[in-house]
Nanobody, 124 residues
């Protein structure tokens, strides 16, 4: 069975850092791209970052320069390091997977499997 499980969400203050983790199983991990998405209350779910099988990365404009995505194929893990967190980063964060690199990185219909999400709250 394909399974993705996020962890690491927490309540933090503005300016703090947090690292999210996504543990994957049930598919050929190193042949897939992994994306991070988030959904804030009352808003549509949006793409945050994506990493391909060869390690290429993409970021949304709102997080570029603050967030870093990485993967460890030996552990079937993907990470999202979030620095300089802002209140507007508050959301449920999801990881998702798709095979290959075709299409748009943040086209949500391209992603076949999703985790259940982890809550990140940034407030003072």
């Amino acid at each position: 069975q394909v399974q993705l499980m996020e962890s690491g969400g927490a309540d933090v203050q503005p300016g703090w850092s947090l690292r999210l983790s996504c543990e994957a199983s049930g598919f050929t991990f190193d042949d897939h791209s992994i994306g991070w998405f988030r959904q804030a209350p009352g808003k549509e779910r949006e793409g945050v970052s994506c990493i391909t099988s060869d390690g290429s990365t993409l970021y949304s404009d709102s997080v570029k320069g603050r967030f870093t995505i990485s993967r460890d194929n030996a552990k079937n893990m993907v990470y999202l390091l979030m620095n300089s967190l802002k209140p507007e980063d508050t959301a449920v964060y999801y990881c998702a997977t798709r095979w290959g690199d075709t299409g748009l990185a943040f086209a949500q219909h391209e992603y076949d499997f999703w985790g259940q999400g982890t809550q990140v709250t940034v407030s003072s």
